[in-house]
């Protein structure tokens, strides 16, 4: 196999003012203007990175924010030809996506839903009872949007041929689109549809794959001081940049690769962030092999994959994954002749092409999108065998039945003869968590992701109701808890969380130390049933809380 | 009374639950707060939305109490002047009308609190009961024990369309005039701006219909009350605008927390 021609002008643009690690999410440009994309929108110095504004609807990847404004959010964005990155107006990002692996979607003059419909859940489809059915499903993810991209009301699918087209796009708002076999998983809330239970199973299986290699990326930062050593330096100053790069890549253009499944699809996904970050380091000229860097990719992905959400393991994989930076760091630093002072050697491209990178795995007959198909393969590493033992793990993983969810009943037991409304309140709560639903109250305040949320409530070790009259229920796992409405018309939606695997944010680092990026405080059983939680200076106490489940 | 001895006077506080006491505040004449409250059914909110960005920003910036765990009230660190809240609409029941139309008869008087003691934040306690008017035109929200106003009664009118209600000093109680005007699917979102006087009886329903005990009946998967609120979702589907989507949303939400599927 043939290495693919390397990219070109590997460090180019504006330099871009190094960000504040934090936040962490995948995100889409959701302004019909677009967001245009700074170096330092702080400073007199400031320059645009492209002419053009970032598109609608652009998928970017939200690694922190701006050192000295915090409204600035530093982003990743894998265009079709190239891979940019720095600060974007914050409110611009949509960082709520309803799944993990939907897509924000600018309707186009003339496009119809029944056109959408099918184009999106082509796969699914089988008769025309589906796809009205879908067309539904595009009207109930895009109900709460303002302003509205889909107006209408539910028709019934269970009509075929004809209809009266209820379900209508507006032609230039951006809309929500999701995935088929999420659209499948909502046949409870959105007007018939046959679920496919094997379908729904898959795709949470596999949005906690991805989760799981996200986390190994962005937490790496917190394992630096176990991977030490001399060229360490090089890449430490430069991870919050290395870990958007990958972590855009890995949602922008490997998803349709994992989820092929297929061994050689998934290990180049591996070879692919190498080429990428030899690329970002300046030296995409690179010919040889790097052999150190393949085995830590190959055990990063396969312990990421398998790690089912326990913090060890993601652990584990972030230290891999540092460990296969520092081995591409070692050979960019020999590739660009650099002998001493390594912390200033190495210089992140604002830009580069993306054209000259190797062809994933393909899914459902088509190649991938994006300027990572334009490549034909790679060669790291003695052979493609060493990329593709990732893959083969992984693969073994899913067929041994281990890799992500969980036992479909874990969670509190809740004891017999409490209140019938809070029983009613947790096992609505837990079902949903489990159904992989997520009701948010209007007040929202996250500190986790979503999927951290979910798992918290879905396998909490105990259940508390907080005093006083708003009567919060809180569930908790290990040390994070979140926070939901007790008793009344919104009871159970999802208030707010707190924990060392959300962030402390700007205001608890000013009060308990650290940075806002920082896991928050742990959170104890002690701490919740005395009302002893830190909180930062001007916050409230948190009230006491009595334990109701288990 | 001379505009300085009201100024001197007109000391105001919140009543506090943890830690129990008050928080004192002095009340600054003619000033306003700078955001336009959304009333989502489920809150009042004016200030940062606790989703957005600048919210974290804004909790360091102010202290006072929060959603998470009662109502919340932010003031500013450095001024010491209302920031922002978010006020739940209670659920409990309903105002008796004499005495909600008792404190809508008092005078408006434009003013704002000023936090005293801003080194500690505090928990403030959601009220217990809501009215609205017959018109249509101002929801009263009291503490249960609210008297009727006397002389020592204070409506203060923080913000356009907003008042605070204090009884000897005392916080009884928020108004927000012109409710369907204020009305939004979510708290950050635009505001109608100006009245649907088409939405005032099908709000009344659903004021009547999401409250207790009906709201412990939901739990029980009441099929009756199930029936009124589908019923309900029927016709605030047959209005168009910006009003009746938010409310048909509030509605839904309802129908989606105690009847899924």
Not at chain 2, 47 to 75: K, M
Not at chain 2, 80 to 88: C, E, I, M
Request: contains cysteine.
């Amino acid at each position: 196999m043939q290495r693919a021609p390397a990219a070109t002008g590997a460090v180019s643009g504006p330099a871009v003012t190094p960000p504040k690690a934090g936040i962490d999410k995948d995100g889409f440009i959701d302004r019909k203007d677009g967001a245009n994309l700074h170096t330092d929108p702080v400073q007199s110095a400031d320059r645009l990175v492209r002419d053009q504004p970032l598109p609608p609807a652009t998928r970017v990847f939200v690694s922190g924010t701006h050192p000295q404004g915090g409204d600035w959010w530093y982003v990743t964005a894998f265009l079709p030809d190239s891979m940019v990155r720095g600060y974007v107006q914050g409110f611009r990002v949509n960082t709520q996506l309803p799944e993990p692996l939907a897509e924000l979607h600018l309707v186009a003059d003339g496009e119809t839903a029944e056109g959408l419909a099918k184009k999106q859940f082509s796969s699914a489809v089988s008769d025309g009872h589906d796809l009205r059915y879908y067309e539904n499903v595009l009207l109930y993810v895009n109900q709460s949007r303002h302003p509205p991209g889909v107006r209408g009301t539910y028709q019934d699918p269970g009509m075929l041929g004809g209809g009266s087209n209820n379900v209508q796009l507006l032609a230039g708002e951006l809309i929500w689109l999701v995935s088929a076999p999420y659209a499948k998983s909502l046949q409870s809330a959105v007007p018939s549809g046959s679920l496919t239970g094997g379908a729904v199973a898959k795709v949470k299986r596999f949005v906690g794959h991805i989760e799981d290699i996200l986390r190994s990326v962005t937490e790496s930062r917190h394992h630096f001081g176990e991977v030490a050593g001399e060229y360490a330096q090089a890449i430490r100053d430069h991870l919050p940049e290395i870990t958007g790069i990958v972590a855009a890549f890995i949602m922008a253009e490997a998803t349709s690769a994992f989820l092929a499944a297929t061994p050689t699809g998934v290990g180049q996904v591996a070879a692919v962030v190498i080429q990428l970050a030899l690329a970002a380091f300046g030296a995409a000229g690179m010919a040889q092999a790097v052999v150190e860097a393949v085995k830590h990719a190959s055990e990063w992905l396969t312990i990421a994959w398998t790690a089912k959400g326990d913090d060890a393991r993601i652990a584990a994989a972030s230290k891999e994954f540092l460990k296969m930076l520092v081995s591409i760091a070692i050979a960019a630093l020999a590739y660009v002749g650099v002998k001493g002072n390594y912390g200033n050697a190495l210089k992140i491209a604002s830009s580069m092409p993306t054209g000259g990178l190797p062809a994933l795995a393909v899914i459902g007959g088509g190649p991938m999108g994006g300027g990572a198909g334009a490549g034909t393969g790679v060669l790291l590493g003695p052979s493609t065998g060493s990329v593709a033992t990732a893959g083969n793990s992984m693969m073994q993983a899913d067929k041994d039945g281990q890799g992500g969810g969980g036992p479909e009943e874990s969670g509190p037991k809740v004891p017999e003869g409490l209140d019938k409304r809070l029983t009613k309140i947790i096992r609505d709560v837990v079902q949903r968590a489990r159904a992989g639903k997520l009701l948010k109250a209007g007040n929202y305040h996250p500190h986790f992701d979503d999927a951290t949320v979910l798992e918290i409530i879905r396998d909490a070790d105990a259940i508390y109701q907080s005093e006083g009259k708003a009567g919060r229920l809180i569930f908790r796992k290990g040390s994070d808890i979140v926070v939901v409405e007790g008793p009344g018309s919104a009871q159970g939606n999802v208030i707010t969380g707190y924990g060392p695997r959300g962030i402390k944010g700007d205001s608890g680092a000013a009060a308990l130390g650290g940075v806002a990026s920082d896991g928050g405080a742990p959170v104890t059983d002690a701490m919740v049933t005395s009302g002893t939680i830190p909180v930062p200076q001007g916050r409230p106490p948190i009230p006491k809380a009595v334990q109701i489940a288990p | 009374m001379t505009t300085t001895d009201r100024q001197t006077s007109q000391i105001v506080a919140f009543p506090t639950a943890q830690p129990e006491g008050e928080a004192r505040a002095r009340v600054e004449q003619d000033r306003a707060i700078g955001d336009v409250a959304t009333w989502s059914i489920q809150t009042l909110n004016a200030g940062p939305g606790r989703s957005s960005p600048r919210y974290d920003q804004h909790v360091r910036d102010t202290v006072g109490s929060s959603y998470d765990w009662s109502d919340e009230l932010r003031f500013d660190k450095r001024t010491g002047r209302l920031a922002s809240f978010v006020l739940k609409t209670p659920e409990v029941g309903e105002v008796e009308p004499e005495l909600a139309r008792s404190w809508l008869a008092l005078p408006r008087q434009a003013g704002i609190p000023v936090l005293e003691d801003r080194e500690n934040g505090f928990h403030v306690d959601p009220l217990d009961l809501r009215y609205l008017a017959d018109d249509g035109l101002a929801l009263v929200v009291m503490d249960a024990k609210a008297p009727v106003p006397d002389r020592s009664s204070l409506r203060l009118a923080i913000g356009s369309d907003v008042d605070l209600l204090f009884h000897h000093g005392r916080y009884s109680g928020w108004i927000l005039e012109n409710p369907v005007a204020h009305l939004v699917a979510a708290p950050g979102d635009r505001i109608p701006g100006s009245d649907d006087p088409r939405l005032h009886g099908l709000l009344r329903e659903y004021l009547t219909l999401v409250v207790e005990p009906n709201i412990a009946r939901m739990s029980d998967e009441d099929p009756e009350v199930h029936a009124r609120l589908q019923a309900l979702c029927a016709q605030v589907r047959s209005v168009d605008g910006v009003s009746a989507r938010a409310l048909l949303s509030a509605v839904e939400r309802v129908l989606e927390t105690f009847y899924p599927g």
